[in-house]
């Protein structure tokens, strides 16, 4: 039996040099122990670097869930700045937010007609950058384009195909928005507003994980195919995670607009 038992120990260096090829140790860590994954030993290894924590992503398998990836940003800083990263893709669901908050309200305001974009001869603008937009009533807003009279038949055409349900009148340089009652088509109008700029927010957010991936498949030649592997999972992650946000924040916006 002691002879059986003596045999066993070497078994778990054995098995961390199985499960983690191509890895290097970080300095003072166990054996065995990958340099990337700061959190996956606990064998009294000093934690040197701040590591970032990501939710667990659900895998397809009912009961089941995907590793966290807890990569080290400094070990990989030359490769690509997971922090800018995390930024772009913070700003894009910023983005979101102030979008729901300015446009897409049942509550009027002047702002509501700040995002058309109206296109001219010189290119495109914001309505409110040639127009001074102002609300005569509630039931009425009002662009002035006499700064730029030329715009006013590009502005009007803007203003219907928008999508926000609104027939302005135009006198002269003046262009009147008639506000439409807070109807439950109208609702409905402003929830399919709320999704469709949703999705719009999606598609930048797989730019910005397309932009990343590429840029740590440029240092395939520099690091081993295990790290650009775990820098993948972990930019896809961070993805997933700023989609569910993007989800959160449509649900609370549907549920405001529809009751």
Known sequence: MALALRGLRPLPSLLHRSLFPGTRALPGA????PALLLGGCRQGAPQVLLSRQLATKKAKGKGQSQAKVNISAALVEDIISLEETNEDMQAVIEA???DFSRNISVRTSPGALDHITVVTKDGKFPLNQLGQISQKSPQLLVVNMTSFPESTAAALKAIRESGMNLNPEVDGTVIRVPVPKVTREHRENLAKLAKQSTNKS????RKVRSKSINQVKKSKSKVSEDTIRLLEKQ???MADEAVAEMDKLLAAKTKELLG
């Open 30 to 33: 166990p054996r065995g122990c």
């Open 96 to 98: 979101l937010k102030e």
């Open 202 to 205: 999606k598609e930048a957010l």
């Open 235 to 237: 930019i896809q992650q």
